[in-house]
């Protein structure tokens, strides 16, 4: 079982970090990605990757910390991503809920990183919140699907899903799957197992039966077992094919 989204150096997990990983791993989720939104966590994420075996980092700037992007920033970004155990270049994307930079900014950050991406060779972790059009407009653009990408807790519809899949993007589904009546389930219904990895988005967006609590890369077997649930298919048959998407998208070893 992989967890392809989780923040695991946020303070959140300051006082039980080596715990939480150790319960996670011997919980069967056996590898995790750890997501940059910025410099010191993308640093954080590497760290733990080092210490870890089964931790792998994702670098980036969040659409949130657009506006202290600059070519410094890129230029450390593109160093960091040149460790071994960076898979993936992310988070990036627009968020035009939160607006914690001007969009302006955020579009600058998620081309440039994108183009990293490009050039590194790596695939890219996508955030998008209220601005699915905007986002499908610049990956398009900017060719994005080139080496791969992931739309992690995927917001859009369908067919928002079949036009990430012609650019050769996958959408990522976590705990908000499980919830009640939930747009995303029956959106997850629809789209093929091919193009879906999974993830927790640990410490938010914790599953049922925890929701309310801090989340965990342990609860990603909520968001599987629910999956199985939706696609009315065998567990372990699933976590083989939904695995299998994830080591193929970030070549995990
Ligand atoms: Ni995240």
Not at 67 to 84: G, M, T
Request: include cysteine; charged fraction near 30%; hydrophobic fraction near 35%.
């Amino acid at each position: 079982m992989i967890d392809t989204h989780c923040h695991l150096d946020f303070e959140n997990y300051d006082d039980d970090r080596e715990e939480v990983i150790r319960e996670t791993i011997e919980g069967g989720v056996d590898r995790m990605i750890n997501i940059g939104i910025d410099e010191s966590t993308s640093i954080k994420g590497l760290e733990l990757s080092e210490k870890y075996e089964n931790i792998y980092a994702s670098i980036g700037y969040h659409p949130h910390s657009a506006s202290e992007f600059s070519k410094q920033v890129q230029d450390k970004l593109e160093r960091l991503a040149q460790h071994p155990k960076a898979v993936a270049i992310g988070e990036v994307g627009l968020d035009y809920y939160r607006n914690y930079s001007p969009r302006e900014d955020q579009i600058n950050a998620f081309r440039r990183q994108i183009r990293l991406a490009a050039e590194m060779e790596l695939p890219i972790v996508v955030h998008i919140r209220e601005a699915m059009e905007e986002s499908l407009k610049i990956l398009k653009e900017e060719n994005a699907g080139e080496f791969g990408g992931v739309l992690h807790c995927f917001p859009g519809s369908y067919e928002d899903s079949r036009r990430a899949l012609d650019m050769n993007l996958m959408v990522a589904f976590g705990g908000t799957i499980t919830f009640n009546n939930a747009r995303a389930a029956k959106v997850a219904e629809k789209v093929p197992l091919k193009q879906i990895v999974l993830e927790t988005d640990a410490p938010f967006l914790t599953p049922v039966p925890f929701r309310g609590k801090r989340n965990s890369p342990l609860y990603v077997h909520y968001v599987y077992k629910k999956l199985a649930e939706i696609k009315e298919t065998d567990f372990a048959e699933l976590e083989k094919k939904i695995d299998k998407n994830a080591v193929s998208l970030f070549n995990l070893s």
